[in-house]
């Protein structure tokens, strides 16, 4: 069974950092596509950046453009999201998620249709 275990949210200020972790049981890591979801308060969860599963290319949401950085450690087994210049409209819960059959800049990756999910980290961002 998968396992999806996210961290490192916490409480931050507008213009600040913050690096998520990911770390992913259960599931054949090198072969997937990742990516980053998250559910701001209120609202549906959506896409925030993903990538390829050979680390090749990334893909991210206009909103968080210039700004995040998705990468990965494929000995640890484990995603990363840096954050910065964070906005209050990154306060959310993030999750990560992926698979080896939706590429990374596919439909069905950004359409955040998964069927499990970790428990998420949640950030919020002070102004």
């Known amino acids: 069974q998968v396992r999806l275990v996210e961290s490192g949210g916490g409480l931050v200020q507008v213009g600040g950092t913050l690096r998520l972790s990911c770390v992913v049981d259960g599931r054949d890591f090198t072969r997937n596509a990742m990516g980053w979801f998250r559910r701001p308060p209120g609202k549906e969860r959506e896409f925030v950046a993903s990538?390829?599963?050979?680390?090749?290319?990334?893909y991210y949401a206009n909103s968080v453009k210039g700004r995040f950085t998705i990468s990965r450690d494929h000995d640890k087994k484990t995603l990363y999201l840096q954050l910065t210049n964070v906005k209050p409209e990154d306060t959310a819960v993030y999750y990560c998620?992926?698979?080896?059959?939706?590429?990374?800049?596919?439909?069905?990756?950004?359409?955040?249709?998964?069927?499990?999910w970790g428990r998420g980290t949640s950030v919020t961002v002070s102004e």
């Open positions: 990538i390829a599963w050979d680390d090749s290319d990334t």
């Open positions: 998620n992926g698979d080896a059959n939706r590429g990374f800049r596919s439909a069905n990756m950004i359409s955040a249709q998964f069927e499990n």
